[in-house]
């Protein structure tokens, strides 16, 4: 059985920072593309970043570059996100995902999502 759980969310002040985790367990993803999605209330979710199968070619919104970087440790089966100096429009539930292969092109949606995590809760307070 596959589980993605991600770790880390919780509240903060602007300007502060984050670290999110995803541990995948079930199978390894070490040859699909992993990223970020979230979902603010009353929102659709949307995509944040994304990271290729080798960590060398990732993708960001154009909202959060520059201050999040994804990264992931094939070794551990895990993605992260690191956020730094967060803003209240920042507050969302955080989901992390695993990409359908083959892939076409760069970026993907929500329609191409193979599994789901939980999803964890990030609120940011001005």
């Known amino acids: 059985q596959v589980q993605l759980v991600e770790s880390g969310g919780g509240p903060v002040h602007a300007g502060g920072s984050l670290r999110l985790s995803c541990a995948a367990s079930?199978?390894?993803?070490?040859?699909?593309?992993m990223g970020w999605f979230r979902q603010a209330p009353g929102k659709e979710r949307e995509f944040v970043a994304s990271?290729?199968?080798?960590?060398?070619?990732?993708l960001y919104t154009a909202s959060v570059k520059g201050r999040f970087t994804i990264s992931r440790d094939n070794a551990k089966n895990t993605v992260s996100l690191q956020m730094n100096s967060l803003k209240p429009e920042d507050t969302a539930v955080y989901y992390c995902a695993v990409r359908r292969i083959p892939v076409t092109i760069p970026e993907w949606g929500t329609d191409q999502v193979l599994y789901w995590g939980q999803g964890t809760q990030v609120t940011v307070s001005s």
């Open positions: 079930g199978r390894t993803f070490s040859i699909h593309p």
């Open positions: 990271i290729n199968w080798s960590g060398e070619s990732t």
